[in-house]
């Protein structure tokens, strides 16, 4: 029996749920799993603070904000970019002084190396009769250091490693290069750049002005603009950005997209100003929202 035939015995055998069981229990290879729609957040909630937006603005790309959350998250990353600024530059400064006392030292160095080979020159003549020249003395100690036992030569302890359990003598550990900040402030959800100038106003269109119950309280909270469409998750829905006005896409398609005009503002539109909303979640496939979770585990090979 071959591995698939086995594999599909297997899976004949033991339900859904007992195979993933098993491969919880097991511990090893890749797990997926399908989250219910509970798991993404409803159409008209914010992306940071997955609650239902007290003054909704859209990027773009069509993903949501409450003003407040998405204004808080830039001024956050501008003071961050200003912090680690400030770090980098006093690292650039740090390293411009280091870089300096370098060459100093490199002079200083040079003058004294001048200064040593200057001071070997022998000014005065020498006698034959009570010095010896410095090669003669050389060859004479060469001599000496030949007979074994009666060497004068330290042995150079530089090349030999230190202690590594005295702290004093352990390599020093180098501070981790800080590179230049990125100043872009960026969508947390598209990671495309960002700019408060660039957010475009919603105005949802109450499904009951009377009711006076909290938006989180409500099931169903708003409706479109032009046919009076219940909106939720299953619905596309689209942004006219002249006058923020929130229409389902099939109005778009089959009413607004004949003239181009925003059946608010009477303003025309173009392709630019309809900004197509990013949907919630469905407990359809087919909806267009990832609704699909994959953690990747060792995986155990038999040798």
């Given at each position: 029996?071959?591995?698939?035939?086995?594999?599909?015995?297997?899976?004949?055998?033991?339900?859904?749920?007992?195979?993933?069981?098993?491969?919880?229990?097991?511990?090893?290879?890749?797990?997926?799993?399908?989250?219910s729609?509970?798991?993404?957040?409803d159409?008209?909630?914010?992306?940071?603070?997955?609650?239902?937006?007290?003054?909704?603005?859209?990027t773009?790309?069509?993903?949501?904000?409450?003003?407040?959350?998405?204004?808080?998250?830039?001024?956050?990353?501008?003071?961050?970019?200003?912090?680690?600024?400030?770090?980098?530059?006093?690292?650039?400064?740090?390293?411009?002084?280091?870089?300096?006392?370098?060459?100093?030292?490199?002079?200083?160095?040079?003058?004294?190396?001048?200064?040593?080979?200057?001071?070997?020159?022998?000014?005065?003549?020498?006698?034959?009769?009570?010095?010896?020249?410095?090669?003669?003395?050389?060859?004479?100690?060469?001599?000496?250091?030949?007979?074994?036992?009666?060497?004068?030569?330290?042995?150079d302890?530089?090349?030999?490693l230190?202690?590594?359990?005295?702290?004093?003598?352990?390599p020093?550990?180098?501070?981790?290069?800080?590179?230049?900040?990125?100043?872009?402030?960026?969508?947390?959800?598209?990671?495309?750049?960002?700019?408060?100038?660039?957010?475009?106003?919603?105005?949802?269109?109450?499904?009951?002005?009377?009711?006076?119950?909290?938006?989180?309280?409500?099931?169903?909270?708003?409706?479109?603009a032009?046919?009076?469409?219940?909106?939720?998750?299953?619905?596309?829905?689209?942004?006219?950005?002249?006058?923020?006005?929130?229409?389902?896409?099939?109005?778009?398609?089959?009413?607004?997209?004949?003239?181009?005009?925003?059946?608010?503002?009477?303003?025309?539109?173009?392709?630019?100003?309809?900004?197509?909303?990013?949907?919630?979640?469905?407990?359809?496939?087919?909806?267009?929202?990832?609704?699909?979770?994959?953690?990747?585990?060792p995986?155990?090979?038999?040798?």
């Open positions: 029996m071959t591995r698939h035939q086995r594999n599909a015995t297997a899976g004949s055998v033991y339900t859904y749920h007992e195979r993933q069981k098993d491969a919880a229990t097991s511990g090893y290879g890749t797990k997926h799993a399908r989250l729609k509970d798991s993404v957040k159409f008209d909630c914010c992306n940071l603070t997955l609650q239902p937006c007290a003054n909704p603005v859209v773009a790309g069509g993903y949501l904000y409450d003003k407040e959350a998405i204004l808080e998250y830039i001024l956050q990353k501008k003071q961050e970019f200003q912090k680690k600024m400030k770090e980098y530059e006093k690292q650039k400064k740090k390293e411009e002084e280091e870089e300096s006392n370098t060459l100093e030292s490199k002079v200083e160095e040079r003058k004294r190396a001048f200064v040593k080979q200057e001071s070997s020159i022998v000014s005065k003549p020498i006698n034959p009769f009570t010095e010896a020249p410095s090669a003669k003395k050389q060859k004479l100690q060469n001599d000496v250091d030949s007979v074994p036992g009666t060497s004068t030569v330290q042995p302890r530089s090349k030999q230190p202690s590594f359990w005295i702290p004093s003598q352990t020093q550990a180098t501070a981790t290069k800080l590179k230049k900040p990125d100043k872009t402030v960026y969508c947390p959800m598209s990671q495309k750049p960002i700019k408060m100038k660039d957010l475009i106003t919603v105005n949802f269109t109450l499904a009951d002005e009377k009711d006076s119950q909290p938006l989180v309280a409500k099931k169903v909270r708003y409706k479109c032009v046919t009076h469409d219940i909106l939720s998750n299953s619905v596309p829905c689209v942004v006219l950005k002249p006058s923020g006005k929130v229409v389902t896409q099939e109005c778009y398609e089959k009413l607004v997209k004949k003239d181009m005009l925003d059946p608010e503002s009477g303003e025309k539109l173009e392709e630019s100003d309809i900004i197509t909303l990013k949907r919630g979640g469905t407990g359809f496939a087919s909806s267009g929202v990832e609704l699909a979770a994959k953690k990747a585990r995986v155990m090979m038999a040798s």
